[in-house]
């Protein structure tokens, strides 16, 4: 097939001429002259392009709120794009959301003010009940320099309050929504402009032939580093390979859960909650919502940076990844796949398929997140913390970070500081004080090298004063500094 076909609100759009590089917010704009649709950072930051996108699932049809901005045009092969002009009323006036915006004086200057609407539609949508919190959660990646948010809460509190959720077009629409959807899939995509070439896989098999086909192919998942590419960049990313649409399995087997190298963050959120609940809080500052719905954590790891921010969890909790090339696979420690900086353990026309994480039901399991600014931004120091402790005495410590090293790594010093040891806080103490041996980190713009020495250290003794007996009484917030 060579075109790329989806829906934009309530027109179904064929495109032949599609390069790897075009974003969805520059035809948007552009070509649509749909212009509600703001540009402010394109760098997926500050949400004013936020828009709805809906997709297939086994459950359904999903909307999310993702970013146009780096959300690149192959990637919306058989979805729903849904952007601020399509919002009404049920008579056709305004949306309930867009009424209590206006009610509660939620906008000032405006530019912000489509992306916050948009995100308030997806949170309004699918949990009308949300309080502060959830909005709070949900307003993550949306900057808003005028108004100090209380307003736009308690807009978002009212349009809850207000429902109408059944009369809503998206609800009205889906099952014809879905139908049109499902009859857009099945086949491999080939897309060009010119030299620039895309390519939507039709399966991970068809994923695993283009692959050999195409060894030096850029593979895109949910693009919140890839988009940045092209918009920050100007990188040549042709031809690439689109895959976000990919290995969504999600499986718990006894004490292990399989994650798809395609499922997102937000999608693999319940998983996390559920099994791994001391790590729920660090999933949330993933990103913010836009991202979370995008972002894969297969390509989270298979982008290799050193402050990503899964990876140090995921390594503390001893997981590995499959990696597949053709109809061949091998597994392996996550943490052996990283090599060097920029170096993965990935072999030519092979990918990240699947990760397996255990389930540590007994052990003592932290994840914290030290960055410049609380929600939505990139991380300085990231720590995955995990204990066992047999009768007051540590059996077994892994201790892995971001932001310390050229790789994520682990603290072998400190986790050698720790094992055999009474559980006290005299053993945390001297961990602390061996990640001097373990780490010797760079100054770069969001750290210098001995902050994030300390922050390291400094959350050691964190995790002794939350896990000690009996403990804090309250644990100390994410956003409250070592």
């Given at each position: 097939?060579?075109?790329?076909?989806?829906?934009?609100?309530?027109?179904?759009?064929?495109?032949?001429?599609?390069?790897?590089?075009?974003?969805?917010l520059?035809?948007?704009?552009?070509?649509?002259?749909?212009?509600?649709?703001?540009?402010?950072?394109?760098?997926?930051?500050?949400?004013?392009?936020?828009?709805?996108?809906?997709?297939?699932?086994?459950?359904?049809?999903?909307?999310?709120?993702?970013?146009?901005?780096?959300?690149?045009?192959?990637?919306?092969?058989?979805?729903?794009?849904?952007?601020?002009?399509?919002?009404?009323?049920?008579?056709?006036?305004?949306?309930?959301?867009?009424?209590?915006?206006?009610?509660?004086?939620?906008?000032?200057?405006?530019?912000c003010?489509?992306?916050?609407?948009?995100?308030l539609?997806?949170?309004?949508?699918?949990n009308?009940?949300?309080g502060?919190?959830?909005?709070?959660?949900?307003?993550?990646?949306?900057?808003?320099?005028?108004?100090?948010?209380?307003?736009?809460?308690?807009?978002?509190?009212?349009?809850?309050?207000?429902?109408?959720?059944?009369?809503?077009?998206?609800a009205?629409?889906?099952?014809?929504?879905?139908?049109?959807?499902?009859?857009?899939?099945?086949?491999?995509v080939?897309?060009a402009?010119?030299?620039?070439?895309?390519?939507?896989?039709?399966?991970?098999?068809?994923?695993?032939?283009?692959?050999?086909?195409?060894?030096?192919?850029?593979?895109?998942?949910?693009?919140?580093?890839?988009g940045?590419?092209v918009?920050?960049?100007?990188?040549?990313?042709?031809p690439a390979?689109?895959?976000?649409?990919?290995?969504?399995?999600?499986?718990?087997?006894?004490?292990?859960?399989?994650?798809?190298?395609?499922?997102?963050?937000?999608?693999?959120?319940?998983?996390?909650?559920?099994?791994?609940?001391?790590?729920?809080?660090?999933?949330?500052?993933?990103?913010?919502w836009?991202?979370?719905?995008?972002?894969?954590?297969?390509?989270?790891?298979?982008?290799?940076?050193?402050?990503?921010?899964?990876p140090?969890?995921?390594?503390?909790?001893d997981?590995?990844?499959?990696?597949?090339?053709?109809?061949?696979?091998?597994?392996?420690?996550?943490?052996?796949?990283?090599?060097?900086?920029?170096?993965?353990d990935?072999?030519?026309?092979?990918?990240?398929?699947?990760?397996?994480?255990?389930?540590?039901?007994?052990?003592?399991?932290?994840?914290?997140?030290?960055?410049?600014?609380r929600?939505?931004?990139?991380?300085?120091?990231?720590a995955?913390?995990?204990?066992?402790?047999?009768?007051?005495?540590?059996?077994?410590?892994?201790?892995?970070?971001?932001g310390?090293?050229?790789?994520?790594?682990?603290?072998r010093?400190?986790?050698?500081?720790?094992?055999?040891?009474?559980?006290?806080?005299?053993?945390?103490d001297?961990?602390?004080?061996?990640?001097?041996?373990d780490?010797?980190?760079?100054?770069?713009?969001?750290a210098?090298?001995?902050?994030?020495?300390?922050?390291?250290?400094?959350?050691?003794r964190?995790?002794?004063?939350?896990?000690?007996?009996?403990?804090?009484?309250?644990?100390?917030?994410?956003?409250?500094?070592?």
């Amino acid at each position: 097939m060579t075109q790329l076909r989806f829906l934009l609100n309530d027109t179904e759009v064929a495109l032949t001429e599609v390069g790897a590089s075009d974003t969805l917010l520059d035809h948007l704009r552009l070509t649509r002259r749909l212009t509600g649709t703001k540009e402010g950072c394109a760098e997926g930051d500050c949400g004013a392009c936020t828009v709805l996108s809906g997709r297939l699932t086994p459950d359904g049809l999903v909307y999310e709120p993702i970013n146009a901005c780096i959300r690149l045009m192959a990637s919306c092969h058989a979805t729903h794009i849904v952007t601020i002009e399509h919002l009404r009323g049920p008579e056709g006036g305004l949306h309930p959301v867009q009424a209590a915006m206006v009610a509660h004086h939620g906008s000032q200057c405006g530019f912000c003010t489509p992306g916050i609407v948009m995100a308030l539609y997806g949170l309004w949508m699918t949990n009308p009940d949300a309080g502060a919190a959830e909005i709070e959660t949900a307003l993550q990646g949306n900057i808003c320099r005028c108004t100090g948010y209380a307003p736009i809460i308690r807009a978002a509190l009212a349009a809850g309050a207000a429902g109408g959720q059944a009369q809503d077009a998206l609800a009205r629409e889906r099952e014809t929504v879905a139908a049109r959807l499902t009859g857009m899939r099945g086949a491999r995509v080939s897309l060009a402009r010119g030299a620039d070439r895309a390519l939507v896989p039709a399966d991970t098999d068809d994923l695993a032939a283009a692959l050999l086909e195409e060894p030096g192919a850029t593979l895109v998942a949910g693009a919140t580093d890839v988009g940045l590419w092209v918009t920050k960049f100007m990188r040549d990313i042709s031809p690439a390979i689109f895959i976000g649409h990919l290995m969504k399995e999600i499986t718990v087997e006894g004490d292990l859960i399989r994650l798809g190298a395609g499922v997102t963050y937000s999608e693999a959120a319940p998983v996390i909650a559920r099994h791994i609940p001391q790590a729920a809080e660090y999933w949330q500052r993933i990103g913010g919502w836009q991202v979370r719905n995008a972002g894969t954590i297969g390509a989270n790891i298979a982008n290799g940076s050193p402050i990503g921010d899964t990876p140090p969890l995921l390594i503390a909790l001893d997981a590995r990844i499959v990696l597949r090339r053709g109809d061949q696979r091998r597994e392996m420690p996550l943490e052996a796949f990283f090599i060097d900086y920029g170096k993965q353990d990935r072999q030519s026309g092979e990918f990240v398929e699947e990760i397996v994480i255990p389930i540590h039901r007994q052990a003592r399991i932290a994840a914290y997140k030290i960055s410049k600014r609380r929600d939505s931004d990139i991380t300085s120091v990231a720590a995955g913390i995990r204990v066992d402790v047999a009768d007051g005495v540590i059996t077994g410590a892994r201790l892995a970070f971001g932001g310390m090293a050229g790789t994520p790594k682990r603290a072998r010093a400190a986790e050698a500081a720790l094992v055999g040891q009474p559980f006290a806080e005299a053993a945390f103490d001297a961990a602390a004080r061996a990640i001097a041996d373990d780490f010797q980190p760079m100054t770069d713009m969001r750290a210098s090298a001995e902050y994030r020495a300390t922050v390291a250290r400094n959350l050691i003794r964190r995790f002794w004063l939350e896990q000690s007996e009996p403990g804090l009484p309250v644990r100390l917030r994410q956003s409250e500094g070592v």
